[in-house]
């Protein structure tokens, strides 16, 4: 049986985490370029490492709000997909997964 608070107590966690997190990359990415132009290009590497970071990090953030949204509607560990009941263990794993293993599986292949 799925423990909703402790998953709930989780995400809230993560998104606050994953929230100041992007606050850091945003920090980064608003730091003046250096003059060097070996510097720069660097920089413009490191900066393109960071956008990939936080591109990443909206995206998990969204599916967190979303998760919590089910768990306020009490649609937590539903597929919204195909209807049927998410696995314990792919919660544990993916807390915000909105998809069974089977419905990942078919839309990722």
Known sequence: MIDIDKQKARLVARKAELRGRLVRIEDELDEPVSADSD??????????????????????????????DRIAHGRYGTCARCGEDIAEARLEAVPHAALCQACHAEINA
């Open 39 to 68: 510097e720069r290009a660097v920089e413009r590497q490191d900066d393109e490492v960071l956008e990939a970071m936080g591109e990443a990090g909206l995206a998990e953030l969204r599916g967190i709000e979303a998760a919590l």
